[in-house]
């Protein structure tokens, strides 16, 4: 049985480019402030124009799963969550293949740092500090409610 | 195991010897200042020499973060610029949002203590707990916009860069320091100092992080304090609309500084709903709850109701359009929205009285002209022919004669920035003389007198029932006496206006709330007096910088002759102007409060006070 999985989904018009998401991110995870290791990003240029939400899909296939050397990636099948743990080497493959940035690096622990949505919190707390709702957590749509195999197809 | 990082780290750059020495601030001294601008005029204080020429290398030039800079607090984006100001001659000072102040503050360094002159062009670069002193010879001459992205493009993107563009480097004695498109230290000619100092940028890229006290709670009460914040009303309509949101008001009331000043109403067409026909995005600052940034569709940001009647009424530009492009190559180039417009506008009375004639101006200046107005910022940038001489600013009252001040928008050699008409409103008209950097609103502007409160509930903001009539000049000193308090202690904590109490609305965040979130982000514990008592400490330091540097006592705590003189011609206001009788009475009973002289000078036991604080020592650092 595969839990409907939820995801942090993001409404780039909303977003003001605040960055206190990256930064209470940091706070949480590492008691610190400091945007440069929150899970999430706001990737913002102010003279093109844009402000670009850098934070984890949770993907089906996730490519920082097969990059990662030492397999310390991994995908929770029940929940849909990717994690990743301290026997990372810092070698950025996964930040390397993240086809949205999201993998972040923290240079004094030499260690790649992810987004779990907060698994051991109540809702992930960018969600909960986001000043204009630009954030939310919500239940992915395109999940089927039944897997469509049930088991392994007879003919 | 790594020793806890202190309170406040200071560098000392010396660009003449391009030296760079740590030191910290002793708790004793941030019990006394906090932080910000608190700090910056201790330092200012403790490094200027008396005397010193603005533009030479004697000027000392400070970037302050607050003490709640960078931490979760709610809109805690900001820093302030210090020096001695080229333009009025007494203190420079100047609050900025944006993003710099947190990232120097994440790259180790709570304060940048500037002094010498660098013999080429020079930016600062701060990663990791480190300063150098870079080669800046290939961003020379670039605009604000150019020099950043130049500098995104070399470095990364992940940088944060403060520039002064061709105004500062051309030393206009009134250009400024910017972030991004449109965020600027703007006031008191920072960006000339930079220039005078050779130093085009700062460059921060903040990859150490800043210690929190207790981070669950911060979280806690930053969604607290998001939550409180945005059940107000006038923030929600600063985040819809910003600041053009006034504009329709002061019309209304017949208050808007229209062509010089010699008229106070003007079209409908720069209206926040006009305006707003321009703008694609609302943009925030750091950590901002408000978000109160334009950005317009003409490729920059703004305008914001300053810049509207600034560069719009005052030098009769009507078409929304057109003001909206005066405020972009305004910004780009790096000068003073207030004072450029102001000037500008001052310009085009000296023509129309005579000081000025087409043979010494190059051209004929009238008002709503936009294609001289437009070429004219041009020409001040770059100083040419008559630019060159505005770019001179309120000095060249010298030049024209003492009697050309009496129409030019100024006190204490600054432009007034508030583009509201202060003859009608005589709680701002106090405020704006008494402002310690000269005519500026957001020193101590008690807006809350626009809104004819009850005296039972001015009693629970001031501690004391207030006339709730705007025109008497009963009790208006107790108003300026707490809005300048609280404003001086948002501005030590690094916080922006738009969220403190008084400023646009009676429930925002007050002495209380800051208490609270210094005690969570440092561990630091003040009682509300504490706060009240820095304060006023600060803004008796500015005092005394200023009477030091330039003399300022009660003569210089006045008003333009035309707010004494004129009456208002037009709308609600009309037949308003100030009374010397009451002007003085309002200014006796502020020194009162102040605890000043009946000259407006700081007692001796205070001034003793201060000199002690400076003498105390600091510790070094090893860098």
Known sequence: MVLKQKQIYCHPDLCIGCRICANACALAREGEANPRLGRINIRQNLFERYEYQELCRHCDDPPCLDACMVGCIEKDAYTGIVTNDDSCVGCWMCVMVCPYGSMRRDLIKQMAVKCDQCKDREGPVCVDVCPTGALVFKEREDTPEDPFFTGPAVT | ?623
């Open chain 2, 1 to 623: 195991m790594e020793e806890k990082r202190p309170l406040c780290v200071n560098a000392i750059v010396n660009l003449t010897e391009r030296t760079v020495e740590l030191t910290e601030t002793p708790e004793e001294i941030i019990r006394q200042f906090v932080g910000g601008r608190g700090l910056n005029m201790y330092y200012l204080y403790k490094y200027l020499k008396p005397q010193a020429d603005p533009l030479s290398p004697d000027n000392v030039l400070i970037l302050g973060t607050g003490i709640l800079t960078g931490t979760l607090s709610p809109n805690s984006g900001r820093h302030n610029v210090t020096c001695k100001s080229p333009e009025s001659g007494i203190i420079g000072d100047a609050n900025i949002g944006g993003f710099l102040g947190p990232e120097m503050r994440f790259a180790g360094f709570d304060r940048l203590i500037i002094l010498g002159k660098a013999d080429k062009p020079v930016y600062l670069y701060l990663e990791n707990g480190k300063i150098e002193i870079r080669d800046a010879s290939d961003y020379w001459g670039l605009l604000c916009s150019e020099t950043e992205a130049k500098f995104k493009y070399d470095l990364g993107s992940d940088i944060e860069v403060q520039s002064i563009g061709p105004a500062g480097e051309n030393l206009v004695r009134f250009a400024c320091t910017r972030y991004g498109v449109k965020n600027a230290a703007g006031r008191t000619g920072t960006g000339a100092v930079w220039g005078s100092k050779n130093l085009k940028a700062v460059v921060a890229r903040g990859t150490c992080g800043l210690p929190i006290e207790n981070p669950q709670a911060m979280i806690e009460k930053y969604i607290e304090l998001r939550d409180y914040l945005k059940e107000s009303k006038v923030i929600n309509v600063l985040g819809r609309v910003g600041t053009p949101l006034l504009y329709d008001v002061s019309n209304y009331l017949g208050a808007i500084r229209t062509h010089n000043s010699q008229q106070t109403v003007f079209f409908d067409t720069l209206n926040a709903e006009e305006v707003h026909k321009h703008v694609d995005k609302m943009l925030g600052c750091y950590g901002c709850v408000v978000h109160c940034r334009h950005r317009n569709t003409l490729g920059g940001e703004g305008p914001e109701y300053t810049t509207e009647v600034l560069l719009g009424a005052n030098i009769g530009v009507a078409d929304t359009g057109k003001m909206i492009d005066l405020n972009n190559i305004v910004n780009d180039l790096g000068l003073d929205v207030s004072s450029t417009g102001t000037y500008i506008a001052w310009a085009i009375e000296l023509f129309e009285k005579g000081y000025l004639t087409e043979e010494t101006s190059g051209r004929i200046l009238r008002f709503g002209d936009y294609n001289m107005s437009r070429q004219l910022i041009y020409d001040i940038a770059y100083r040419r022919g008559l630019g060159d001489t505005l770019a001179e600013g309120s000095r060249l009252v010298e030049k024209f004669g003492p009697e050309t001040a009496d129409f030019l928008i100024a006190i204490k050699g600054l432009p007034q920035s508030d583009p509201h008409d202060v003859r009608y409103l005589k709680g701002f008209a106090l405020g704006i003389a008494t402002s310690s950097r000269g005519a500026d609103h957001l020193r101590s502007r008690p807006t809350l007198e626009i809104l004819d409160l009850p005296p039972s509930f001015t009693t629970q903001i001031y501690g004391e029932a207030v006339d709730p009539n705007p025109t008497s000049y009963q009790s208006k000193s107790r108003v300026v006496y707490f809005s300048e308090t609280i404003y001086a202690v948002v501005d030590c904590m690094g916080i922006c206006k738009f969220i403190c109490h008084g400023f646009n609305s009676p429930r925002n965040l007050n002495y209380d709330h800051f208490r609270e979130l210094t005690r969570l982000a440092t561990g630091l514990e003040f009682s509300k007096e504490d706060l009240h008592s820095i304060g006023r400490r600060v803004i008796d330091q500015e005092r005394l910088i200023n009477y030091q540097e330039k003399g300022i006592t009660r003569k210089d705590d006045t008003l333009p002759a035309r707010y004494f003189n004129d009456p208002m011609p037009s709308a609600r206001a009309k037949g308003s102007y100030i009374s010397h009788e009451g002007f003085n009475k309002m200014l006796d009973e502020y020194y009162e409060l102040c605890g000043w002289d009946k000259d407006g000078k700081l007692l001796p036991g205070r001034i003793d006070e201060l000199n002690r604080l400076r003498d105390i020592k600091e510790h070094k650092r090893e860098g």
